[in-house]
Each structure stands twice: as C-alpha cells, then as structure tokens.
C-alpha cells in the first residue's frame, strides 16, 4: 500500500471478528511505533500487550467504550516513561506520532484498530491493572483486530478552514 493512499484510507475500525491477532503483526505494529520520530531521539515509548481475555474484560470496565475491548481480540497499551522524558510538550508530540504510526502500520497490515483516549480517566487504574511501575503514563489504548463489517466514513474540515495563511 501506497504511504499517501494508506493516510487517506485510514478509518478508526470498533467492531472486529473473534479471529486473533498474530503475535507477529503485534510487534510489527509496535515496531512501526517506534519508528516514529521522537526529540533527542529518546524513544520515551513503552508498550504492553494485552490479548489474555481475562485481563481484557477487565481493561474494558476502565473506558465507556468497553463494547470496543471487548470485541478487540488485542490491546496494545502504549505507555510513556516518565524518566526518559526531557520536554514535556515534545515528548507527548513524539507520542502522538508513535500511536500514529501504529494505526498506520495496522492498515497497511489489513488490521483494523482505534485509538482509544477517554480510558485516560483511568489511566493509573490501567497501569495497576497491568502490574508495571509508577513511571510508566499511560498515553493510549490501541485496540486492534480484524476488521468486521464496513469501514465508517469520516469527514475533514476543508483545507480553507484549516489554512491559516499563504505568504
Ligand atoms: C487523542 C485521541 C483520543 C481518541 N479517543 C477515542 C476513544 O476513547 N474512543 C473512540 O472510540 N475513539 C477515539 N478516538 C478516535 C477518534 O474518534 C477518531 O480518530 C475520529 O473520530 C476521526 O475518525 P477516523 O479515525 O475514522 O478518521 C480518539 C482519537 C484520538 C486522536
């Protein structure tokens, strides 16, 4: 797939079939993560994977949008580590790209994913949940699988709205 026609064709993807997830693709994913560009190159990312459906039920009492974990054969938990970090809006910036890459790098695979942020509410609960130390932030849970049904539709404000100015 294109790099240019993978951007446009990307959709946040909820509902997925029971079919699991290869391990193989899971660490393609987190690797197309940490290829993302980061200040200092300091790669602040931390990554926990979650398919155990014991653990993902559990997750899923953590976001109103349980019904997405719930369904997702895997979770990705994307951490920051706090002692790595040198700049705090920089560092969130290099997050961003990292979670970016991965929703691409899951299309590119056929996968389908979503970016979940409102289980932040929780993020401390997560962190406990998933037995890893206090300077790991949580930044977002990525769910993933195979995707069932229909991609949505999506929508962008046109470019006139958006442009601020052409000198
Ligand atoms: C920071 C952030 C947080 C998000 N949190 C959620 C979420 O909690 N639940 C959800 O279903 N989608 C979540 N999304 C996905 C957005 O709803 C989605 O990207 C947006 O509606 C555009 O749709 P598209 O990704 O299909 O183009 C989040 C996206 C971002 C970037």
């Given at each position: 797939m294109e790099l240019i026609e993978?951007?446009?064709?990307?959709?946040?993807?909820?509902?997925f079939t029971g079919q699991p997830v290869e391990r193989e693709l899971l660490l393609e994913i987190i690797k197309a993560g940490?290829?993302?560009?980061?200040?200092?190159?300091?790669?602040?990312?931390?990554?926990?994977?979650v398919q155990d459906a014991a653990v993902r039920a559990?997750?899923?009492?953590?976001?109103?949008?349980?019904?997405v974990i719930e369904g997702a054969p895997a979770c990705i938990a994307v951490f920051i580590?706090?002692?790595?970090?040198?700049?705090?809006?920089?560092?969130?910036q290099a997050m961003g790209a990292c979670i970016q890459n991965m929703l691409l790098a899951a299309?590119?695979?056929?996968?389908g994913a979503v970016w979940l942020g409102e289980i932040l509410k929780n993020?401390?609960?997560?962190?406990?949940?998933?037995?890893?130390?206090?300077q790991m932030e949580l930044m977002a849970v990525v769910a993933l699988g195979h995707p069932a049904g229909k991609s949505h539709t999506s929508t962008r404000k046109d470019?006139?709205?958006?442009l601020l100015k052409e000198l």
């Open positions: 993978g951007l446009y064709t990307r959709r946040s993807v909820r509902q940490t290829w993302a560009p980061s200040g200092l190159n300091n790669q602040p990312w931390r990554f926990a994977i559990n997750l899923a009492k953590l976001t109103k949008y349980h019904f580590d706090k002692s790595l970090m040198y700049h705090d809006t920089k560092d969130h299309h590119a695979l056929g996968l993020a401390e609960a997560v962190r406990a949940l998933l037995g890893l130390p206090e470019l006139a709205d958006v």
